[in-house]
């Protein structure tokens, strides 16, 4: 499946600030299953690249003059494998069994444990990991989590989000880590885009879990994707990996003076070629 994504993030403040820093995480990952065909990255002030402990490319971008507005923007064309369910191979420096330790957005919780059992029973520990169980917890977290929009913020826990059960595609996705990692699975957060026959596209977040067994003993990854109640597909395109948002984030940042800010964030993302199969 063929991509072409435009993401273009805007922050206006009232009052200029006179400094600025932007860690921009807006460029997709050279992985197995996804092509990065074309991309370019529009960012102010002076611009650095690095590459993160994840495998993350990561554009950091300071302003050092009073400025009252930040655009960042990000397009290009992708080419996605067309199968759903794609198991990806260990690619970064951290080891799988790093992703099993809790994070403050992923720390366990009683209701975090009643949800993982309905998913692993009494299994813990890396002989709980298979596909069915996997399956079986992004089914019961999407049924127990309904997305709404506007009722959570970034630093939301899981079992906060557990407690309200209402959340968006981070906050499901960080209700199955914490689930996994409750079991001791290893589990990842990823952030990137999504096809969607919605009007509006956003930005996008996901999860996968180590299957140890998979690729003949080997281990590799399986993308789920909560929110739409799927593994993931080729209508995903992969931008970063982490223990959790903070390290995925596609923007984040820091200012010096700039009251008065908004954000206005718009991404548009369409689709050719073959349907993904199921």
Known sequence: MMLDIVHETVYRYAVPASYSVQYLRLWPRADAGQ???????????????????????????????PHDEIRAVARGQVQTQGRRGLLRAHDSAVPPLAFA?????????PAVERLAASAFGARHGLD????????????AVHGHVAYVQGVTEVHDTAAEVLEHRRGVCQDLAHVFLACC??????????????????????SHAWAEAWLPRAHGGAGAWLGCDVTHNRLAGPELCRLAIGRDYADAS????MHVGGGGEQLHVHVAVQGSGEEPEQ
């Open 101 to 109: 330790l809790a994070t403050r957005l992923t720390a366990g919780a």
């Open 128 to 139: 709980a990991a298979s596909r069915e169980a996997l399956e079986a917890l992004t089914q």
């Open 250 to 253: 596609p923007v984040r940042g």
């Open 181 to 202: 990692r409750a079991r001791g699975i290893p589990a990842r957060y990823v952030s990137g885009y999504v096809l969607t026959d919605a009007t509006h596209a956003a």
């Open 35 to 65: 092509h990065v065909l074309h991309w370019s990255l529009e960012a102010p002030g002076r611009r650095w690249t690095q590459v993160d402990a994840f495998g993350n490319v990561v554009h950091v971008a300071s302003i050092t003059e």
